[in-house]
Each structure stands twice: as structure tokens, then as C-alpha cells.
């Protein structure tokens, strides 16, 4: 019996909270990289560019966290859908849910770029940026917001590879194989007539060399090879049955 992995968390056993904490862990450390990519701006224009421009970036940092952690929450949703029908063994349903998950990520993701193109001017006003950098910022956090929608179908797949966890590695592990939704066992493939001949043959063809070989060296020394040739109609009567019994 094989052993079960010692780092898989069990989270039906035992207490809870250290075991979410550690779940909890990689999705946080997600949002924070994706936070991370503004904060990356921000080193990039104070490098490169003069002026106002860090200020307008910095001042889009707020912002860029509300709707990162809010793309973050809002894939939560979908991954506990599917988790659940994975669980439940609804094969059928996996797929149809993987399609509506994408697809509700796609629109999703046009909607809120909609949003955040119209309501940035205001929401930037309301959180106090100054009126010297409003250009600026404006500028930089509408072609923020064009990326908006890459960033739900990213975090929505993400969600859709963490309701799978571990049971599709284990699958493959047993040599399975992901077909039409479901995990399927691969039937061997059955040699054909000339493959199982053809493999008789090259069994009993270096059999046959090795014998000629020692021919050579019985003349060589002008031995005696009755033996030899007795040996050799032996295995061509012995291949030719093999091979007269192959179906």
C-alpha cells in the first residue's frame, strides 16, 4: 500500500484553523503580488519619468487594491461551485460548470473594466487626489483598467485549479488519462499479425547470427560443426512454429 503524502493537508480531520491558515497562505500572497504590479510602476516612473507622473501613480495605489482584492474575493465564489461538484462526483456537470466559470470570468471582467473607466475620474476626486496630478492619474488608471479583464479570467482559473487540488495529479499518477471529462483507464494496444511475427523473427535472427559465428570458428580451426547445423534446423523449425501459431 502507498504511503498517503505527508503535505497534504487533511482539512476534514483534526482542527481547523492552523490548516486554514496554511490554505489561506498562498491565495493571500496572489493578491499581494498582484498589488505588487503597481507598486512596480511606481518604482518604474520615479526611475524614468519627471514631474507629477509618480505622484498620479502613486495616488492610484488605493484604488488598484480595491478592485484587485475584489477580483480576488469574487473568484471564491466560483471555486466552491466546482469544488462542491468535484466532491459530489458529478462528472457530467464539470465540464458545463468550467464553461459557465469562464464565461461568467469574461463578461465579468468587461463589466468592471466599464466601471472602473467611467467612475475613476470620481472615485479618484472622492479619495483626495490633487488636482495638478488628476490628468495624469486618470490617464494611467484607465489603461489600468484595461486590464482588468485578464486579470478575472487569471484569478477565475486559478480558482478553477485549486478546486481540483491534488485528485487530478493523483489520476495521472495512476496512469489515467483525461478524456471527454472524465479520467479513463488506457486500454493496451494489441500487436497486430506482422508486428507479433516480425518480433519472432528478430528474436531467432540473432539467435541464427550468433550460430553462424561459431560456424566460422569451428572452420577457421577446421572443427567439426554437425552439432552447429543440427542446431541451427532446430530453431528454424522451432521460429516456424511460432510463427504458424500466431492468430
Not at 6 to 25: P, Y
Request: net charge positive.
Amino acid at each position: 500500500m502507498s504511503k498517503k503524502n505527508t503535505k497534504e493537508l487533511d482539512m476534514l480531520n483534526g482542527k481547523t484553523a492552523g490548516k486554514l491558515i496554511m490554505f489561506a497562505i498562498p491565495l493571500a500572497l496572489s493578491s499581494i503580488l498582484q498589488q505588487l504590479f503597481n507598486s512596480a510602476d511606481v518604482a518604474v516612473v520615479g526611475r524614468f519619468a519627471k514631474g507629477n507622473a509618480m505622484a498620479a501613480v502613486g495616488s492610484c495605489v488605493a484604488l488598484v487594491g480595491i478592485f484587485v482584492n475584489l477580483i480576488v474575493g469574487l473568484s471564491v465564489g466560483p471555486n466552491a461551485s466546482l469544488a462542491t461538484i468535484i466532491g459530489q462526483k458529478r462528472r457530467d456537470d464539470i465540464n458545463g460548470m468550467l464553461h459557465t466559470i469562464m464565461t461568467f470570468g469574461a463578461i465579468l471582467g468587461i463589466v468592471l473594466m466599464g466601471i472602473g473607466i467611467g467612475t475613476a475620474k470620481v472615485i479618484l476626486e472622492i479619495s483626495g487626489t490633487p488636482e495638478g496630478v488628476l490628468p495624469e492619474a486618470l490617464l494611467y488608471i484607465r489603461i489600468y483598467f484595461i486590464s482588468i479583464p485578464f486579470m478575472v479570467i487569471y484569478n477565475f482559473g486559478a480558482a478553477i485549479l485549486r478546486s481540483f487540488g491534488d485528485s487530478m495529479l493523483d489520476e495521472f499518477m495512476k496512469g489515467k488519462f483525461y478524456v471527454n471529462g472524465e479520467f479513463v483507464v488506457p486500454q493496451p494496444k494489441e500487436p497486430t499479425k506482422a508486428e507479433q511475427i516480425a518480433e519472432i523473427k528478430n528474436y531467432y535472427d540473432k539467435r541464427f547470427e550468433t550460430l553462424e559465428q561459431m560456424v566460422l570458428r569451428r572452420r577457421l580451426i577446421n572443427g567439426d560443426i554437425a552439432d552447429l547445423q543440427e542446431q541451427f534446423k532446430k530453431l528454424n523449425q522451432e521460429m516456424l512454429l511460432k510463427i504458424k501459431a500466431v492468430k
